[in-house]
């Protein structure tokens, strides 16, 4: 769990962010990645004649990444904005929005699990998915607990 604590500092700042803007959220992201990438090595046991294969596909998976985490941390971004006077279709539009930026998240993470496969093994490919799955679990849960829902917002209103 240690080895967690550096990167949900870094992504509990996303939440406090007024406004991202590109640039921002390019430098978080970089920021996360070099410590999302140090974790991995933790948790992903490469062997060393598989190394330099995994981790050649490894970082053109953070690569490909950076544009939905980037459209994730506007998205939350614009939730909280949203809040002020959330309609229907507003509400509608965010969910949308978010089931969208998750499944393009699962297919990637397919993609590269295939990728790893090829390029490494199936063991490997597997402990990549599930430090995958692992870190981002950790991180949504990060992330939402800095974010209140919208229904607290109401009750903190009233």
């Known amino acids: 769990m240690r080895i967690i604590l550096p990167l949900l500092f870094c992504l509990s700042l996303t939440a406090s962010f007024a406004q991202t803007s590109d640039a921002e959220a390019e430098a ?19 062997s060393k004649r598989d190394s330099a294969a995994f981790w050649k596909v490894y970082d053109e998976y ?61 063991i490997t490919a597997f402990e990549f998915y599930q430090a995958e799955i692992y870190l981002l679990n950790k991180i949504r849960e990060s992330i939402m607990q800095q974010i209140p829902t919208y229904g607290q917002v109401k009750q903190m209103v009233k």
């Open 28 to 46: 978080l992201v970089n920021l996360l990645g070099v410590q999302k990438k140090e974790l991995i090595s933790k948790l992903v046991m490469v």
């Open 62 to 122: 953070q690569q490909k990444n950076k544009v939905t985490a980037k459209s994730r941390i506007k998205l939350y971004e614009r939730t909280a904005y949203a809040y002020q006077a959330m309609t229907p279709a507003m509400a509608d539009s965010l969910a949308g929005k978010y089931f969208a930026n998750r499944v393009e998240q699962e297919k990637m993470l397919e993609q590269y699990y295939q990728k790893v496969k090829a390029a490494t093994n199936p």
